[in-house]
């Protein structure tokens, strides 16, 4: 997977049907449903035995960055958009883009302790994502992050949705990853399908990481 280097401005690389986008090889990543082994109750693992969950089974992944900031643009179908709660059982679309802190971090269980794991985590109700910190399930710790920012657009039963940071990660909470020009990286994906119920450890995710070259 690369993201490649581009002349373009912020505003053209956050949307969707930017024209930059042309310039974007995309990648399909397969994706899987979390193993119930990995959720942390009991009453998860017996509610979700019977259940259908992980639906999205893959999702397309392009990424573009102009020196400065990092765009990555996920694409997967959805029927529904679910954008806000009005009731108790009623769940959002989400998704995830992860990275190892350090490179033998592993993807199953969000890191272990010692070695972290961080995501970037867009929700369709949110203004912005969080940044995500993890080491081992139960660890999760979400903060905001003023270098986050994202764009997101459904049609045509499809979320596009953009996630993009600065490279450097400068303004960003500790146990950021940081992403440099001419380097290469580990990176992985989740999606959350809401009228699904989906939610927490309840997801879609690509089980293997996948390795990203961001272009000099």
């Not at 994706?31 to 893959?58: F, H, I, N």
């Not at 350090?102 to 269980?109: C, H, K, S, Y």
Request: hydrophobic content about 40%; cysteine-free.
């Amino acid at each position: 997977m690369l993201s490649k280097h581009v002349k373009a401005k912020k505003a053209e690389l956050l949307d969707p049907g930017g024209a930059a986008w042309k310039q974007a090889a995309a990648s399909t990543v397969v994706l899987s449903p979390t193993p119930l082994e990995m959720q942390p109750t009991d009453y998860v693992r017996v509610s979700w035995t019977s259940r259908p969950y992980g639906k999205a089974s893959s999702i397309r992944v392009s990424s573009l960055h102009n020196g400065d900031q990092i765009f990555f643009r996920l694409g997967w179908p959805d029927d529904s958009p679910d954008t806000k709660l009005a009731d108790i059982d009623q769940f959002i679309d989400a998704a995830a883009i992860l990275f190892p802190i350090v490179p033998d971090a592993p993807l199953i269980g969000m890191g272990i302790k010692g070695k972290p794991v961080n995501a970037w985590y867009w929700r369709a109700d949110w203004e912005q994502p969080k940044n995500v910190a993890a080491e081992g399930m139960g660890s999760t710790q979400r903060r905001d992050d003023p270098a986050l920012v994202s764009s997101a657009r459904h049609q045509r039963g499809r979320w596009d949705v953009i996630i993009a940071r600065s490279l450097n990660g400068k303004g960003s909470p500790s146990g950021t990853a940081v992403l440099r020009p001419g380097a290469s990286t580990k990176i992985a994906f989740a999606v959350w399908q809401g009228a699904n119920q989906e939610r927490a450890g309840i997801k879609a995710f690509s089980p293997d990481w996948q390795e990203l070259q961001i272009e000099a």
